[in-house]
Every structure is written in C-alpha cells, then in structure tokens.
C-alpha cells in the first residue's frame, strides 16, 4: 500500500511538544510495520522544511532531511501539475485550502494513492482515507 505523508505529519513527527506528536509516532510505526510506501511530493517538502526551520530551529530541519526523507519516494512537481493545483485553488476560492494541498490531491488521484497520513481534514474532503483516522 502507498500512503502519501503530508506536511501536518510530518511536522508532528518532528515536533515532541505538538499534541499530535504520539498519533503521528503511533502511525508511522504501523505504516512501516505495514510494508507501507510513503509517498510525498516536493511541494510538501519545501512546506515543510520552511515550518520546521522556523517553529523548532536548524537541527530539527536537520534531523528531518538525514532521518525521516529518506525512508520517502518523492514525486517532483512539473509545471502541468503546478498549473492543475493553482487552478484548483482559484477556483475553489477558499482561504484556507493551499496550493499544496491541491497539488497534494492531484499527485494522489494521478498515482491512484487514496490514503494519506494526516491531520488536515482538507483530504477528507477530498474523499482521501486519513490515517491516523479522525
């Protein structure tokens, strides 16, 4: 099974203090117990890279790139799947759905990946399984 791992995730995993750091501890041991892919896209990774540097600091940032990257297959985004998000994110007309989310949702449907590790209800949304559920 691939999973796609999405920024809020990954933030969790790298945060100790964030309330769902013990779900998100929780869910990849069983995603890797599972024989699971995780899947992401670069977009992802550039968000995230961004909130880790500026919420927990250099070494954290660090510590995501030499230990949680490379247990992911990343998908690179080109400029057909860039213009297919932004034009999603227009015409959706909401503030609070980003560009990388759409392009999230994108990168799934065209890999025909349904679940995602979690904790933005977005993919929900979208009609994606959310792991950890709820």
């Not at 990849?28 to 699971?36: G, K, N, T």
């Not at 890279?49 to 500026?54: K, N």
């Not at 609070?96 to 990946?113: A, P, Y």
Request: net charge negative; with cysteine; charged share 20%.
């Amino acid at each position: 099974m691939t999973v796609f791992i999405d920024t809020s995730a990954f933030v969790a995993l790298m945060n100790a203090d964030d309330r769902m750091n013990p779900a998100a501890q929780d869910t990849l041991e069983e995603l890797f117990s599972s024989d699971a892919v995780l899947f992401t896209s670069n977009y992802v990774l550039l968000e995230t890279s961004a909130l880790i540097q500026c919420r927990l600091g250099m070494e954290a940032l660090n510590a995501f790139h030499a230990d949680i990257l490379p247990l992911v297959v990343v998908k690179w985004v080109d400029e057909s799947i860039h213009r297919t998000g932004m034009n999603t994110v227009l015409a959706a007309g909401r503030k609070q759905l980003s560009l990388v989310d759409c392009v999230s949702f994108d990168v799934m449907r065209t890999r025909g990946i349904t679940s995602a590790f979690t904790f933005d209800q977005h993919f929900a949304e979208q009609g994606f399984v959310c792991i950890p559920a709820g």
